[in-house]
């Protein structure tokens, strides 16, 4: 028998056993993981879950019911600690064996702990599962002092949930601008103001030096030594893939797990899929390691497919998505090797699309509250189009007429 067995139970593990059921995959699969639920969605962990507005169980990625219809063993609170890939044979914490005819490795990432004073003290947290969100809840009330490090899309996100909320919310971001890693100057200064305007106060160019308190924190301490009042902490410093245990393995790993096109390892009938992979994108034409949810859940289809000796090769273009307040950010394609960017629509409406070119191609979109010609802006971006940037800029033209 096809024994699947898939170590990692986040968004690209849950998916990659629902592909394999539905294409009616009939050996064994279990899905096992760290944490103490069952697969789950990460995206809403900063946005819905946290305001209240969805309850957990719309973060499941499926009810428990379908693991028992579909014959899917779930093992929670397990670590996997050895992988004998000669003789097929994972090994968990508790000692326990588990053969495997394919193992998917869909390790995740963990967030990036910081290492300065004061760091265990009650109240500092970070923001990557339900165990997190759960605890940073209670501090989000009306007047409470949050203190954020870090002004990525978590770090933002929080602070809008945060701000609406009625707290006091004071961002720190050693950058000289928010969103630095994923955005170009322009969208980066637009939701600045936009903070802003909503009374969040933003501070950049500045790190943070320790946090002060008796028992729970107090104030954080900024680099230039100034001090900023916080009934409760969360950092957003990062994520780093999981590539321990792969390692360990004798399997191929260079920030991230080392993937072809088709999810292989450099050990055969051992996939990987999600954050903890770096993977060829025959469209961008490099290797990327990606934390995006669009990645997780096709390269565990590849996965699938793969396992099912279908050898369909993943090939997509990254897009990522980022609710702040009443604006939706969507991004498609990845800007910075461009040589000009066109703007479609007005900040001043607060709608609007701006278009990435090089050499006349289009590269990459990052679309404010236009989700409906974002979707033809993904097709666009796939299709790798020429264009002229007074075709962009004319909003008379109907984009789907370009596809």
Not at 196 to 206: D, M, S
Request: with cysteine.
């Amino acid at each position: 028998m096809n024994n699947v067995v898939i170590i990692g139970s986040g968004h690209a593990g849950g998916q990659c056993a629902i592909t394999l059921r539905n294409a009616k995959f009939d050996g064994s699969i279990t899905i096992i993981g760290e944490e103490n639920y069952p697969p789950y969605q990460r995206p809403p962990l900063s946005k819905g879950f946290l305001s209240g507005e969805v309850d957990i169980n719309r973060v499941y990625l499926k009810k428990d019911e379908f693991y028992k219809d579909n014959n899917i063993s779930l093992m929670i609170n397990s670590k996997v600690t050895n992988i004998d890939k000669d003789s097929k044979i994972i090994t968990l914490e508790n000692n326990q064996e588990i053969q495997y005819t394919n193992l998917v490795l869909a390790t995740g990432s963990r967030v990036r702990k910081l290492d300065v004073e004061g760091i265990t003290l009650k109240n500092i947290g970070y923001l990557r599962d339900i165990d997190d969100v759960n605890a940073l809840k209670p501090h989000l009330i009306k007047d409470a002092n949050i203190a954020i490090v870090g002004a990525g899309y978590i770090g933002l996100e929080v602070a809008a949930i945060a701000s609406k909320i009625g707290a006091n919310v004071t961002v720190i971001e050693m950058a000289n601008r928010v969103m630095n890693r994923t955005v170009d100057p322009l969208i980066s200064s637009y939701y600045h103001k936009l903070h802003e305007r909503k009374g969040v106060k933003i501070i950049l160019n500045t790190s943070l030096d320790s946090f002060e308190g008796n028992t729970k924190v107090e104030y954080v301490i900024c680099s230039d030594g100034s001090k900023i009042k916080a009934d409760a902490a969360i950092i957003g410093a990062g994520i780093i893939p999981n590539t321990e245990l792969a390692q360990q393995a004798g399997i191929d790993c260079e920030n991230g797990i080392l993937v072809n096109e088709f999810c292989e390892t450099n050990i055969k009938n051992i996939f990987a899929c999600g954050d903890c992979t770096n993977h060829p994108n025959k469209l961008l034409n490099k290797r990327l390691r990606l934390e995006s949810v669009h990645n997780a859940l096709e390269q565990a289809k590849t996965v699938s497919y793969n396992i099912l000796n279908e050898k369909i090769a993943y090939n997509q273009i990254p897009w990522f998505w980022s609710d702040q307040y009443d604006h939706k950010l969507q991004i498609v394609g990845i800007s910075g090797d461009h040589d000009e960017v066109i703007m479609r629509g007005s900040k001043k409406d607060e709608t609007f699309i701006l278009f990435y070119l090089k050499k006349n191609k289009l590269v990459a979109c990052n679309a404010v509250n236009n989700p409906k010609e974002f979707l033809i802006c993904k097709k666009l971006v796939a299709n790798q189009v020429k264009i002229s940037s007074d075709e962009l800029s004319n909003q008379t033209l109907n984009l789907s007429e370009i596809v």
